[in-house]
């Protein structure tokens, strides 16, 4: 019941289900759809709608082509997207994308409650203890890296989060597997774990620490029966290989492609103190406290499996962390940031804690043993309400800045929404921009007014290729900036105005420019190749004698097709080189007039080719290799495992009940 009420009251507090809202804008209602704005929230509700538009196209989204010159799924997967998409059906449609992945959002925030409720049940806590580690993962909002409010709400990292919530049910499941070797529990850890990987491939770490620490967990308690050891190894090994074949898309593509994966680390843990700092401004340093009771004193506690998993977990996977932390220059650590890893560290301490106050409830408490059960729930009831009377904003606050400043102490702080004057001028410059600017052409949309990357929301309102000063995540070094630019330095231009220059538009096929900051609006209004549109908050200007993103030996194309993974062009050249404006990654394929040709990575990461003299019929294609038929059929295997997993011990479970029937006839 309680945690039942506290995730209604999170879900009213925090507007899941408001769908829209209404501004005025140059004397008229403008109205909005309501959801997340701050962060990485409109690359993510971005994605989901571009996967919708490539489903509903016909085409299953591998390239995402709207995004600076594009990129590979596999290098930012789309686990998440595919939750979105997924709601979005069930509410047949009912409720806009964008909408429904702030509901995502609250899901998955709200979703470690009911991974605690199973723990708790599974190893015979009362649901007291979910209550607390639920009020602890709502009351506690921790840093941008931590995995709670803060960064799943506030930044929106919601991949790493998303996806180290379901390490928490793989262990779970896993943990409850190995002991039982139920079918239903194996189906559980390896959908749990294969989201996991596909959502963000850091989890396999995480999967390591899970499977290391439920099978040590487990061989602590079965004693020195050989035969167990081996039952469990080879149920950890089974699920293993079938979480590997489902996942063969995306661990294939990775190891194939990941030395084209170029990755800039923005944190790190300087030493192992600031390690432990950041673990207490996770957890705060009680549950911190509470945890590490739970974590020894479990060890003399039987009958409670789960948490001894967990509490193994939770110490091998804080040394990992360390480890890798100081292994900064580690070629397979690379593209690792060990404070990604904080989120599951931090989920199974909170339960651990709320273990931990539990046992010392109850020794507090031993002296009245006919109460001490009514007690304790009472104490944990009272510390609950506590920790969100302390814990929680109040409400009609201001948002705070999520860059800039340290993050806020209270947690469900209001964050910055789409309901928004901005917002509403936003996308009239988007729609205007893509009716002027000529087609073929892309668009290049300049500085942020509503929190941080609303350019990213840009690919919700067109089709376009878009261009940004500040674009979040890239994986390639090639691309072409201003002066200034540094791939090293991180994915903005410092100087966003010298994107203007006409070098840049034509180097990136730029057919108009949206532009919020004053500098880059001072610089484009005495710029002769820039024609005003319109003036607002965000100024649209339509570049003269633009440049398509094909070009067949520097004129411009006619292009009939283009999605995500599909480029059509026609013209007419005196031969050369067609260059294109999009990045180069092995899949793509080229035909010219009908018959293959080659295709070259220029020095700025795009495409060149060559073609003839006269007619020129290009098509572009993101292709199926034979490598990628393979993983696909791997994972079919894999599904397919599955079910023989299944329908194997429903054989077995039937067989026993047709041989323990004989065996009463036999006894009449």
């Known amino acids: 019941m309680l945690i039942c009420v506290l995730a209604l009251w999170v879900t009213f507090r925090l507007d899941l289900f408001r769908v829209s809202g209404v501004v005025q804008l140059g004397g008229a209602e403008f109205r909005l759809r309501d959801t997340l704005a701050s962060v990485d929230h409109p690359f993510h509700a971005a994605r989901a709608n571009t996967l919708l538009r490539s489903l509903a196209d016909g085409d299953l989204l591998r390239w995402v082509g709207d995004h600076q010159g594009g990129y590979p799924v596999e290098f930012y997967p789309l686990g998440v997207a595919w939750l979105d998409v997924g709601l979005w059906m069930l509410l047949l449609g009912t409720v806009p994308m964008i909408v429904v992945h702030k509901i995502v959002v609250g899901i998955i925030f709200l979703l470690p409650g009911l991974a605690f409720a199973l723990m708790a049940r599974r190893d015979g806590w009362p649901l007291s203890v979910a209550g607390v580690g639920l009020a602890a993962q709502v009351a506690i909002a921790g840093g941008w890296w931590h995995g709670g409010y803060t960064e799943l709400v506030q930044w929106g990292l919601v991949t790493n989060v998303a996806a180290n919530v379901a390490l928490l049910f793989a262990l779970l499941w896993l943990t409850s597997y190995l002991e039982r070797g139920r079918a239903i529990d194996a189906v559980g850890v390896i959908v749990a774990a294969s989201f996991a990987i596909m959502t963000n491939p850091r989890s396999l770490v995480g999967l390591g620490v899970i499977g290391g620490g439920v099978w040590l967990a487990r061989l602590s308690q079965s004693g020195r029966d050989p035969r167990d050891a081996r039952r469990s190894l080879l149920r950890l090994g089974t699920v293993g290989a079938l979480v590997s074949l489902i996942a063969a898309p995306e661990l294939m593509a990775l190891v194939r492609f990941s030395h084209l994966y170029q990755f800039v680390r923005y944190e790190r843990y300087a030493d192992a103190g600031d390690y432990l700092r950041n673990v207490a401004q996770a957890v705060s340093w009680p549950a911190l406290t509470l945890a590490l009771v739970a974590v020894v004193a479990i060890w003399w506690l039987p009958g409670r499996p789960l948490t001894r998993a967990a509490a193994l977990c939770l110490v091998l996977y804080a040394t990992v962390t360390l480890l890798i932390s100081e292994s900064v220059e580690s070629a397979v650590l690379s593209q690792l940031e060990a404070t990604r890893l904080m989120p599951f560290q931090r989920l199974v301490t909170l339960y651990l804690g709320a273990v931990g106050l539990h046992l010392v409830l109850g020794w507090l408490f031993r002296i009245s043993r006919r109460w001490q059960t009514i007690l304790v729930d009472v104490a944990s009831l009272v510390a609950t309400v ?268 039937e067989t026993a009940e047709r041989e323990e029937s004989r065996g009463d006839h036999a006894g009449d």
């Open 386 to 653: 506590g920790l969100l009377a302390i814990n929680v904003a109040p409400v009609n606050q201001p948002p705070p800045e999520p860059v800039g400043a340290p993050p806020p102490k209270e947690s469900l702080f209001a964050v910055a929404n789409t309901v928004s004057v901005s917002q509403a001028d936003f996308r009239r410059a988007i729609d205007g921009a893509d009716v002027v600017a000529a087609p073929g052409t892309a668009l290049l949309v300049l500085g942020s007014a509503l929190s941080w990357h609303q350019q990213l929301w840009a690919p919700v309102w067109t089709e376009r290729p878009v261009f940004y000063n500040d674009w979040l995540w890239y994986w390639q070094s090639r691309h072409r900036g201003p002066p200034g630019y540094q791939f090293e330095a991180g994915h903005s231009y410092p100087v966003p105005e010298l994107a203007l220059e006409r070098d840049f538009l034509r180097q990136h096929g730029i057919g108009a420019v949206a532009i919020t900051d004053e500098a880059s609006k001072r610089r484009a209004k005495a710029l002769p190749h820039l024609s005003q549109v319109r003036t607002g908050v965000f100024d649209l200007y339509l570049v003269r004698q633009p440049t398509s993103v094909i070009t067949f030996a520097g004129a411009n194309t006619d292009i009939s097709l283009a999605d995500q993974q599909h480029l059509i062009a026609m013209g007419r050249g005196r031969g050369g080189t067609a260059e294109i404006r999009r990045n180069w990654y092995p899949r793509w394929r080229a035909a010219v007039n009908g018959q293959p040709v080659p295709i070259s990575r220029t020095s700025a990461g795009y495409m060149s080719l060559p073609i003839p003299a006269g007619d020129v019929s290009l098509e572009l294609t993101y292709a199926k290799d034979s490598f990628d038929w393979l993983a696909r059929g791997l994972a079919l295997v894999g599904v397919v495992g599955v079910a023989f997993l299944v329908r194997g011990q429903r054989l077995g479970a």
